[in-house]
C-alpha cells in the first residue's frame, strides 16, 4: 500500500464522518422537535451537540487527506482554476458546508440551549415557544442547506464537469 492509498482512505473516513452528521443531525433533530418535555428536549439538544463535536474532526480529516491527495496526483493550487476547475469549485462548496457547520450552526444551538433553560426555569418567557420555533426553523434551514451542499459536491466528485 502506498501514501496516496493511505491518504484516500483517510479522505474516505472523514466523508464518512460528514454523513454520520447528515444522517444523526436530522434524526436527533426529529426526536427533539416530538419530545413536549422540556427535560427531554435538553438531553436532545446536548446529544445533538455531542453528535455536532464530531463535525471540525471530519472537516480536519477531509482537509489534510484532500491537501495529500492533490500533493499525489501532482495538482497545484493553479490546477483549481484551470485544468481541475471541478475540484476548486467542491473547495469552494465544502468552504461554504464549513461555515455553517462550523460556525453558523452551533450558535443557533447555543441559542436554543439557553432559550431551554430559561423554559425550564419557575416563570418562563411569555415568547419562548415562539422562539424555540423559529430557531427550530432555522436548524431546519441548515439541515437542509448541508444536504443539497453535500449532493452538490458528491456530483461534481461523480462527473467531474
Same mark, same amino acid.
Given at each position: 500500500?502506498? $501514501?496516496?492509498?493511505?491518504?484516500?482512505?483517510?479522505? #474516505? #473516513?472523514?466523508?464518512?464522518?460528514?454523513?454520520?452528521? =447528515?444522517?444523526?443531525?436530522?434524526?436527533?433533530?426529529?426526536?427533539?422537535?416530538?419530545?413536549?418535555?422540556?427535560?427531554?428536549?435538553?438531553?436532545?439538544?446536548?446529544?445533538?451537540?455531542?453528535?455536532? #463535536? +464530531?463535525?471540525?474532526? /471530519? !472537516? @480536519?480529516? &477531509?482537509?489534510?487527506?484532500?491537501? /495529500? *491527495?492533490? %500533493?499525489?496526483?501532482?495538482?497545484? %493550487?493553479?490546477? +483549481?482554476?484551470?485544468?481541475?476547475? $471541478?475540484?476548486?469549485?467542491?473547495?469552494?462548496?465544502?468552504? %461554504?458546508? &464549513?461555515?455553517?457547520?462550523?460556525?453558523?450552526?452551533?450558535?443557533? !444551538?447555543?441559542?436554543?440551549?439557553?432559550? +431551554?433553560?430559561?423554559? *425550564?426555569?419557575? *416563570?418562563?418567557?411569555?415568547?419562548?415557544?415562539?422562539? =424555540?420555533?423559529? &430557531? *427550530?426553523?432555522?436548524?431546519?434551514?441548515?439541515?437542509? &442547506?448541508? $444536504?443539497? =451542499?453535500?449532493?452538490? %459536491?458528491?456530483?461534481?466528485? @461523480?462527473?467531474?464537469?
Amino acid at each position: 500500500m502506498d $501514501w496516496f492509498h493511505v491518504s484516500l482512505f483517510f479522505h #474516505l #473516513l472523514g466523508v464518512g464522518m460528514i454523513f454520520t452528521l =447528515l444522517f444523526a443531525g436530522p434524526i436527533i433533530e426529529a426526536n427533539f422537535r416530538w419530545e413536549n418535555d422540556i427535560r427531554m428536549k435538553q438531553h436532545a439538544a446536548k446529544m445533538l451537540r455531542s453528535v455536532g #463535536l +464530531l463535525s471540525p474532526f /471530519g !472537516a @480536519l480529516v &477531509l482537509i489534510l487527506s484532500g491537501i /495529500g *491527495n492533490m %500533493i499525489f496526483l501532482n495538482i497545484n %493550487i493553479g490546477d +483549481l482554476f484551470g485544468a481541475d476547475a $471541478w475540484l476548486g469549485i467542491k473547495l469552494f462548496f465544502f468552504i %461554504i458546508l &464549513l461555515g455553517i457547520g462550523m460556525v453558523v450552526s452551533p450558535k443557533t !444551538a447555543r441559542q436554543r440551549a439557553m432559550l +431551554l433553560d430559561q423554559m *425550564n426555569q419557575v *416563570n418562563p418567557p411569555e415568547d419562548a415557544s415562539d422562539k =424555540l420555533e423559529a &430557531l *427550530n426553523s432555522k436548524q431546519t434551514v441548515f439541515f437542509v &442547506l448541508n $444536504w443539497v =451542499l453535500v449532493v452538490i %459536491i458528491v456530483l461534481i466528485t @461523480l462527473f467531474k464537469p
